[in-house]
């Protein structure tokens, strides 16, 4: 263990989230999407954990990509699902602790798996909010 960090931050994760470079993107998987459909993207399982408690555990560490207008991106839930998933709030309370003026950009469904499979990787959790899933764009950290 390391002092500051939080131990929900795995060995792994922190390895990955450190390989990555600008504008380099990461997502974050509810318990359905299929991580592991994604054959060439490496897949960290984070079983027993949500994406909230993750996000907690990165924003203090992660710079979210300032030169673009959206760093982060959600899945759209279909027309009958008739909501925004309660999560996002947490999302965007979690990231506006650690970042300002952040955007949302929700991407319909086939849109977002598009977008997953140019991600860096993909750190697959148990999160039990259909629509949860959420990609970050990684920014630069300034002298």
């Not at 060995?11 to 390989?19: A, I, T, W, Y």
């Not at 027993?48 to 207008?69: Q, R, V, Y």
């Not at 300002?100 to 999160?127: D, G, M, P, W």
Request: with cysteine; hydrophobic share 40%.
């Amino acid at each position: 263990m390391l002092k500051g960090i939080s131990p929900l931050s795995s060995p792994e994760l922190l390895k990955v989230l450190d390989e990555m470079g600008h504008s380099d993107m990461i997502l974050f998987a509810d318990g359905n999407f299929p991580a592991h459909s994604y054959k060439d993207i490496p897949v960290i399982r984070m079983d027993g954990l949500g994406i909230p408690e993750l996000l907690k555990a990165i924003m203090p560490l992660f710079p979210l990509d300032s030169f673009t207008d959206t760093p982060v991106f959600t899945m759209e839930p279909n027309a009958d699902f008739g909501k925004k998933p309660s999560v996002w709030n947490d999302y965007q309370k979690i990231i506006d602790e650690h970042e300002t003026n952040i955007t949302f950009k929700s991407l319909e469904r086939f849109e977002f798996y598009k977008k997953c499979s140019s991600v860096y990787a993909i750190v697959a959790t148990t999160e039990l909010e259909i629509y949860a899933n959420i990609i970050l764009q990684k920014g630069v950290i300034f002298p």
